[in-house]
């Protein structure tokens, strides 16, 4: 049997057997199209920032103009400690994030009133009708598991805390482009308005934990200084009232051993003033350095309410399942026709050799 001959076999099989191809096809798109309509459509929504990377060069300009004026030695070369945009997905990713959002408030249309994130996912979230058929499985689950409470330890978490954490963390995607640093976060929730709400606090939190870290250690530096400058200043004072004392007590005397302790005193006054002075200049430094170190974030596209849901694809899921069962019971008829085909050659071959052996056995037998 050549090609034309097989492909026309094949093409009057499948004529024949068009009826299987259409139940198939019948069946499988029912079955697709009640699965995909059960499932709770979602929507997406898109924020893209740009934060600031700076070096640190003007600030290191201040400090060498502050060391040539004052005296003063700060360091111009230190390294700035900074995170980087690659870094931000994992920030978003960790259990102390996902957990201080849980507590944050939005206000989905179900509702109509503000509900933290966590109520939000317990309470008013739809599930799959066939997610209600083991009510008493997951019953039992739930105390293999431990509760689930809104009070998340990040640090101590149980089984199904940690479920739940996976579950919120899945629903924010932060993506980063290398080239320009933009950073893409996508928030997926099933109300739209939600879905905005979150992307806004996704971003807020994320500022705060950058510039907290970018910041720490200057904000430590400025604390500093202004402790040393606040005593400075009271021991200056101190000196100030001794001298101005001493001075008032004795301005009629012309006594060598009093004017040696009136010098004494000024030059203690003298000492605590430049020390006072050079502390509030540090102060001053190490407030500018807060500022320089505090990245800007710009807003490149904010985060609007979604009017087309994300997912589920329903006309591309039921397509797909529609060609794939199609294509499966074709194949299924040509390979079940092949299969009977040679399963009758078999036989058929069995019978003639079973025509063909028996008289050599009848001679044996007379022999």
């Given at each position: ?48 920032m740009m934060p600031e990377m700076n070096g640190g060069n003007s600030l290191g300009n201040l400090a060498n103009m502050a060391s040539q004026i004052a005296g003063i030695k700060l360091g111009s070369g230190e390294t700035e400690d900074v995170i980087y945009p690659e870094f931000y997905p994992k920030v978003i990713g960790t259990s102390d994030f996902i957990a201080d959002l849980l507590k944050q408030e939005v206000t989905p249309k179900k509702a109509g009133h503000a509900v933290t994130l966590y109520d939000y996912f317990t309470k008013y979230q739809e599930v799959p009708w066939w997610d209600g058929l083991f009510d008493g499985d997951g ?229």
């Amino acid at each position: 049997m050549d090609n034309l001959q097989r492909i026309l076999y094949i093409v009057r099989l499948l004529l024949r057997k068009w009826w299987v191809v259409l139940l198939t096809c019948v069946v499988v798109g029912g079955l697709s199209a009640g699965y995909i309509v059960s499932i709770p459509r979602s929507y997406t929504s898109t924020l893209t920032m740009m934060p600031e990377m700076n070096g640190g060069n003007s600030l290191g300009n201040l400090a060498n103009m502050a060391s040539q004026i004052a005296g003063i030695k700060l360091g111009s070369g230190e390294t700035e400690d900074v995170i980087y945009p690659e870094f931000y997905p994992k920030v978003i990713g960790t259990s102390d994030f996902i957990a201080d959002l849980l507590k944050q408030e939005v206000t989905p249309k179900k509702a109509g009133h503000a509900v933290t994130l966590y109520d939000y996912f317990t309470k008013y979230q739809e599930v799959p009708w066939w997610d209600g058929l083991f009510d008493g499985d997951g019953e039992k689950k739930v105390d293999k598991d431990g509760p689930l409470t809104p009070d998340i330890n990040p640090r101590r978490m149980t089984k199904r805390q940690e479920r739940f954490v996976r579950e919120v963390s899945s629903a924010i995607q932060c993506f980063i482009e290398k080239r320009t640093t933009m950073v893409t976060i996508h928030v997926t929730m099933q109300d739209p308005d939600v879905a905005a709400q979150v992307v806004g606090l996704v971003q807020k939190r994320l500022q705060s934990y950058i510039i907290d870290y970018r910041t720490s250690k200057a904000r430590t530096d400025e604390a500093y200084y202004d402790q040393l400058t606040a005593k400075a200043l009271i021991d200056y004072k101190d000196a100030q009232k001794a001298y101005a004392a001493f001075a008032d007590a004795n301005q009629d005397l012309v006594l060598a051993s009093v004017k040696q302790e009136e010098e004494r005193l000024e030059n203690e006054m003298q000492m605590a003033f430049n020390v006072y002075s050079q502390s509030a200049m540090q102060l001053q430094l190490a407030r500018a350095k807060v500022q320089e170190r505090t990245p800007a974030f710009t807003i490149i596209q904010p985060a609007c309410v979604p009017t087309k849901p994300s997912a589920p694809k329903r006309f591309v899921f039921v397509g797909m399942m529609l060609v794939l069962s199609f294509i499966g019971s074709v194949l299924a008829i040509i390979f079940w026709d092949h299969y009977k085909r040679q399963k009758r050659a078999e036989v058929e071959g069995g019978r003639s050799a079973g025509r063909t052996n028996p008289e050599p056995v009848e001679d044996t037998a007379e022999a």
